[in-house]
């Protein structure tokens, strides 16, 4: 069975401090690995997407990933209260670009 | 402007009637898909569909059925609806093909729920 796992949280953290998110996956084929962020009644948004090991940044995003650990993690700095949502890891694994597997999500609160 | 759009966002109705959700990207995708999501928000595709031709059925009863009239629009059509399908369902596109353009736009969602 091709899992990917998430601790579903909640994930609680003060305004300003580092928020880090943690997913791992089953498949040891995965090609690439996607982070959304979904606000409550509201449709998932990608947020970052990664397809080689290391970092990637975009703006206060870092996605690191990690294909030997089979690890994918998301870190939020300077969080803010508009951060607060569900964030879902996202994998396609060997089989191609057509199907992707989401975890379940980890709720994040930021208080300010 | 929309990206991704379906209509109805909303659909009430009772056991055993057909109902059919509409799905629209204009982003010039090759590849849609229908996504379930349940009470405890898991996301779990259903069909993927590129060029309009179907690409993965993740196991779905046989009641519910896709279509794509073209690559543009997919379409939910649901039979004999039961209480277990009340859930919230998404339509996403993505720019298809390879894993590495997979990133995938979602439409609003219509939340469906069976009485």
């Known amino acids: 069975q091709k899992e990917v796992e998430q601790n579903s949280g909640p994930l609680s953290v003060p305004e300003g401090a580092i928020a880090s998110l943690n997913c791992t996956y089953s498949d040891r084929g995965s090609q690439s690995f996607f982070w959304y962020r979904q606000y409550s009644g509201k449709s998932p948004e990608l947020i970052m997407s990664?397809?080689?090991?290391g970092d990637k940044e975009d703006g206060r995003f870092t996605a690191q990933l990690n294909k030997a650990s089979q690890y994918v993690s998301l870190l939020i700095r300077d969080s803010q209260p508009s951060d607060s949502a569900t964030y879902l890891c996202?994998?396609?694994?060997?089989?191609?670009?057509?199907?992707?597997?989401f975890g379940a999500g980890t709720r994040l609160f930021v208080k300010a | 402007d929309t990206a991704v759009s379906q209509t109805p966002k909303y659909l009430v109705t009772q056991m055993g009637n057909d109902k059919s959700i509409k799905c629209e990207q204009n982003l010039g995708h090759d590849t849609m898909y229908w996504y379930k999501q349940d009470s405890k928000k898991f996301l779990k595709i259903m069909f993927s569909?590129?060029?309009?031709?179907?690409?993965i059925n993740e196991t779905v009863p046989n009641r519910f059925s896709p279509k794509s009239p073209d690559k543009a629009h997919l379409n939910l059509h649901i039979n004999s609806l039961e209480l277990g399908d009340s859930a919230v369902y998404f339509c996403a596109s993505s720019q298809g093909g390879l894993a590495v353009y997979n990133e995938q736009f979602f439409g609003p969602g219509t939340r469906l729920t069976v009485l």
């Open positions: 990664i397809y080689s090991n």
């Open positions: 996202a994998v396609n694994p060997d089989t191609g670009g057509f199907k992707t597997i």
């Open positions: 569909y590129n060029n309009k031709e179907l690409i």
